[in-house]
Nanobody, 121 residues
Framework: VQLQASGGGLVQAGGSLRLSCAAS????????IGWFRQAPGKEREYVAG????????YYLDSVKGRFSISRDNVKNMGYLQMDSLKPEDTAVYYC???????????????WGQGTQVTVSS
């Protein structure tokens, strides 16, 4: 699976962005999708995950109620809708996949290039 994240940018606090993850490869539709972020000087955070069939999701506590993860297996796309953005959401965001038979908490094995999200106060 090859992944490419896009949709990042500069937005004011309270604004919204929608990140997209374009995937190639036959196994995407049976893979879990995860979104991660890493801010300068900080460890990478697991922000959100969605199971291969879309029935199970995970959210980092600090983004619950503001971010929404989704997927379109026909288009081989994953999405992260980010609303009510805060300056602390500033980071490089990455999408990744793991085998669908794994729980969302298991390590992800395919990673895309990141997209920068900057939230100004």
């Amino acid at each position: 699976v090859q992944l490419q994240a896009s949709g990042g940018g500069l937005v004011q606090a309270g604004g919204s962005l929608r990140l997209s993850c374009a995937a190639s490869g036959r196994t995407f539709s049976v893979s879990n999708i995860g979104w991660f972020r890493q801010a300068p000087g900080k460890e990478r955070e697991y922000v959100a995950g969605i199971s291969w069939i879309g029935g199970t999701t995970y959210y980092l506590d600090s983004v619950k109620g503001r971010f929404s993860i989704s997927r379109d297996n026909v288009k081989n796309m994953g999405y992260l809708q980010m609303d009510s953005l805060k300056p602390e959401d500033t980071a490089v965001y990455y999408c990744a996949t793991s085998p669908g038979r794994y729980a969302l908490s298991r390590p992800y094995d395919y990673w895309g290039q990141g997209t920068q999200v900057t939230v100004s106060s």
